[in-house]
């Protein structure tokens, strides 16, 4: 019975000086919508900076980039002008993905007559704003430059 007693205090001392806060796993969704390579640098800039401040504090953040609409060019390969720092970012960083919206390359194709593809980074879900909704109900931060 004291164990119990003795437990309030001491998890509420180490709660007060945030010693069960280390190791934490945070999940941020970051939604680029927007064909304005300002905006997709200020994401790529969100999920570097992010990163960079959860791992010096001893945390883990999982980041996922969902683009959509004209914001899909910044999967595409060769049109996209943050390709290079994406590819870079991917294999730099093992917390972080891409989801292209389907629905938005579908469009795409049919209005440019062929298939357009997306880089190898990025994986094709079926809607970007239906993964947005699937991350917020995971506990996933919404973010959007």
Do not use: W
């Amino acid at each position: 019975m004291m164990k119990r007693f003795l437990a309030g205090p001491v998890l509420a001392a180490f709660l007060a000086t945030g010693a069960l806060a280390e190791g934490m796993v945070h999940k941020l969704a970051i939604h680029v919508d927007q064909n304005d390579p300002a905006v997709m640098n200020i994401a790529l800039n969100n999920a570097q900076n992010a990163a960079n401040y959860y791992e010096s504090q001893g945390d883990e953040l999982i980041i996922e980039i969902v683009a959509h609409g004209p914001g899909l060019n910044m999967f595409i390969p060769g049109k996209s002008p943050v390709e290079q720092r994406i590819s870079t970012m991917s294999l730099e960083m093992d917390n972080i993905s891409f989801a292209a919206c389907g629905n938005t390359i579908r469009g795409m194709s049919k209005k440019a007559g062929h298939e357009i593809k997306v880089m190898d980074e990025a994986k094709v879900v079926t809607s970007g704003v239906v993964r947005l909704i699937e991350l917020q109900e995971d506990g996933y931060s919404y973010v959007r430059p």
